[in-house]
């Protein structure tokens, strides 16, 4: 913790992961401090998982860009880092005259934006499409690249690549204070202090903060937040594309979408709210999204609700990423990437690569850079317990602990032993999927702390988080 660092990252998100990974490809000295106990454990995870074209984004503006970019860039790579991804497409429904009419001006949006693909479909073919979808729709916009995409997979694989490659990871390390000593900056968190020459500001809903601490007043997050609820698996043949709402100038509106896991999510809201922890699903909430979740596919209302979430989005007093490179101080702010920095988080960290360059920071090129693959957890390749190879090398591969999700007592082993490992319930959920199935861990909570604990060698207490 006391040798000097090229670069500390500030902040573990999808933002900063994406970032540390980038920067791993260069012969740099790498730190990423992050505030919570994992990678990817704030809005990161909490999210609707979609990965954009940037059909609707607001052209010219640096997030356009950069989404239309990020698709691309996560798309390819997701093949390659076993990142669940499942391309179906989405139709955007237009439910009344004022919503058809609009339907032009989307699609020549998408056009300035750069994706071409938009495609007007008639109700005909839209309920040919999606027969369950409730009666009324009028017309849609295809947009055959929408994809689905694993938020808890990606932020870990940008994090395990950037620390296989020999960055330096410190959890439960908030930056609260820095000096600068000309040469390096001292960055104090409560794990000690950290020496590095530049600094990335990735910190998500505290980005304005840490901003704050260097000096500047750019921008203020206020956090949206988003509610969101899931529905059991029973509900996944209900629909075959990511259905869309009309989007508003504030959001993209309430959709309802297939899960990599194969469960549907329907949301989000959006609702400003002044403090940055309010994860709280409300009662208003909840009910306003289930009515719109039924009069958009009145048969969701048969389907059990598996679980609900909530995110928060980091929104500013602007229309636009708050991007900014600071040379002289060799600091760089990442703020303002409010809705959609799952998709975009590649391209942020070509964008931040580059601006670190001209600002004068030296790049490399490493030759023995190894990229990593992770454990599938999708539905749209197949699983450890139904893969001979994996069953035949280890038969703890063919052994199911939580039945709900079809985890074996191997994958938990090996979240437990991973490069970034479990060291959480909520960890364990997020690498594996155990826990997260129709009983919510009711019926395997207890196996699979105990395994995590052997394999971990952590205590139960330890990973309940309560007294022993
Ligand atoms: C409801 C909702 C739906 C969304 N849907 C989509 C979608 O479908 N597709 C899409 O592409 N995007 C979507 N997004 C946006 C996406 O989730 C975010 O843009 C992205 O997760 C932001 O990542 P981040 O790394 O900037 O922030 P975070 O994930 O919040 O990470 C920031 C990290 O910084 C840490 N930190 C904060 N302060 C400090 C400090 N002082 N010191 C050290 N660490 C610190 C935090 O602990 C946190 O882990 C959605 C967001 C929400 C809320």
């Not at 984004?57 to 356009?64: F, H, I, V």
């Not at 000096?179 to 390096?184: D, F, L, M, R, Y």
């Not at 900014?324 to 964008?351: K, N, W």
Request: charged fraction near 25%; charge should be neutral; include cysteine.
């Amino acid at each position: 913790m006391t040798d000097a660092f090229d670069v500390a990252i500030v902040g573990a998100g999808v933002v900063g992961a994406a970032i540390a990974r980038e920067l791993a490809r260069w012969r740099l000295r790498i730190v990423v401090l992050e505030a919570g106990g994992d990678v990817g454990a704030g809005t990161s995870k909490a999210n609707t998982a979609i990965l954009h074209t940037g059909f609707d984004a607001k052209p010219g503006t640096l997030e356009s860009a950069l989404v239309r970019r990020g698709h691309d860039l996560l798309a390819r790579h997701a093949g390659d880092a076993g990142i669940p991804v499942e391309r179906l497409g989405a139709l955007l429904v237009a439910w009344t005259e004022d919503e058809r009419a609009g339907l032009p001006g989307i699609a020549a949006r998408a056009n300035a934006n750069g994706y071409t693909a938009v495609r007007d479909v008639d109700a005909a073919e839209l309920y040919g499409r999606e027969p369950a979808l409730a009666p009324g729709a009028l017309a849609a916009l295809e947009i055959p690249d929408e994809s689905i995409v694993c938020p808890f997979t990606t932020p870990l694989a940008f994090a395990t690549e950037a620390v296989v490659n020999g960055a330096t990871l410190v959890l439960e390390a908030p930056l609260t204070a820095y000096i600068s000593t000309g040469e390096a900056h001292v960055l104090r968190t409560p794990r000690g202090d950290v020496r590095s020459r530049w600094v990335v500001n990735a910190a998500g809903l505290g980005a304005d903060d840490v901003d704050r601490m260097f000096g500047h007043a750019r921008f203020t997050v206020t956090p949206r937040r988003g509610e969101l609820v899931v529905f059991d698996k029973l509900a996944r043949p209900l629909l075959r594309h990511i259905l869309l709402a009309v989007p508003t100038a504030r959001t993209k509106g309430v959709l309802v979408s297939p899960t990599v896991f194969s469960n549907v999510l329907l949301g989000p809201t959006a609702e400003d709210v002044p403090d940055k922890s309010a994860t709280e699903s409300t009662r208003a909430g909840l009910d306003a999204l289930l009515r719109q979740g039924r009069r958009l596919l009145p048969a969701l209302a048969h389907e059990e609700v598996t679980a609900v979430y909530v995110g928060l989005r980091a929104a500013t007093e602007h229309g636009d990423y708050q991007i900014h490179f600071d040379g002289t101080q060799r600091y760089v702010c990442v703020g303002g990437i409010r809705s959609t920095g799952l998709t975009a988080s590649m391209a942020i960290a070509e964008h931040v690569r580059d601006g670190l360059r001209d600002a004068g920071l030296a790049l490399e090129p490493r030759d023995d850079f190894r990229p990593v693959r992770m454990p599938a957890i999708g539905e749209a390749t197949p699983r450890p317990y139904c893969s001979p190879e994996l069953i035949a090398a280890d038969p703890d591969y063919g052994r199911i602990v939580c039945h709900c999700e079809r985890v074996t007592r191997r994958e938990i082993v090996d979240a437990a032993r991973a490069p970034i490992p479990a060291r959480s319930l909520d960890g364990l959920r997020r690498r594996t999927r155990a826990l997260l199935g129709r009983c919510q861990g009711f019926y395997c909570t207890a196996t699979v702390t105990r395994l995590l604990a052997e394999a971990s060698g952590r205590t139960v207490a330890e990973l309940l988080g309560v007294d022993e």
